[in-house]
């Protein structure tokens, strides 16, 4: 298949914004691919921070991780928090994107009575949509024939 020849996972999730671009028919959730696309290709250079770094120590003994590209003295390592963190986001966008997945595969076949719990992130980006929309959707003022 052409999507396991392609090696680069910017590539990769390039191609699924094609499909889903495609497939995806709900307006709101195009909007909602849209805000998960941006949202994983920032954690993707997240996770690569961890995937590639190496252990450093911190002042005081402190072992930490330092990402693969900065080793300069500004950034600081990933602290076992910060990676705590960084997992926990992780799963929330694991979440979301499983939510999405179901939803266009309900919306292809025409399955509409399947009731699937929203995650938090995908909630919040709803109510984002529902006010854009409404805001988008306020009549304008009236004129008042001046110019």
């Known amino acids: 298949m052409i999507f396991d020849s392609v090696i680069s996972f ?9 499909v889903f671009t495609y497939i995806i028919q709900d307006e ?32 005081g003994g402190k072992i ?14 990933l602290s076992p928090a910060d990676i705590n963190q960084r997992k926990a986001s ?3 966008l694991i979440q979301a994107i499983r939510w999405l997945h179901l939803q266009v595969r309900l919306q292809k076949n025409k399955l509409v009575t399947v009731k ?7 909630r ?13 959707k306020q009549p304008a003022p009236p004129s008042t024939g001046e110019s």
Request: charged content about 30%; cysteine-free.
């Open 10 to 18: 910017e590539a990769k999730l390039k191609t699924v914004d094609t």
């Open 116 to 122: 699937l719990q929203t995650p938090d992130l995908i």
């Open 64 to 77: 930490v991780l330092v990402p693969y590209y900065s080793f300069i003295k500004l950034r600081k390592g």
């Open 90 to 92: 992780f799963e929330e």
């Open 28 to 59: 709101t959730l195009l909007a909602v691919w849209g805000k998960l696309f941006k949202r994983i290709s920032k954690k993707s250079r997240l996770r690569s921070e961890i995937a590639h770094a190496s252990t450093g120590n911190e002042n």
């Open 124 to 136: 919040r980006w709803l109510d984002q949509i529902d006010q854009t929309d409404a805001e988008n």
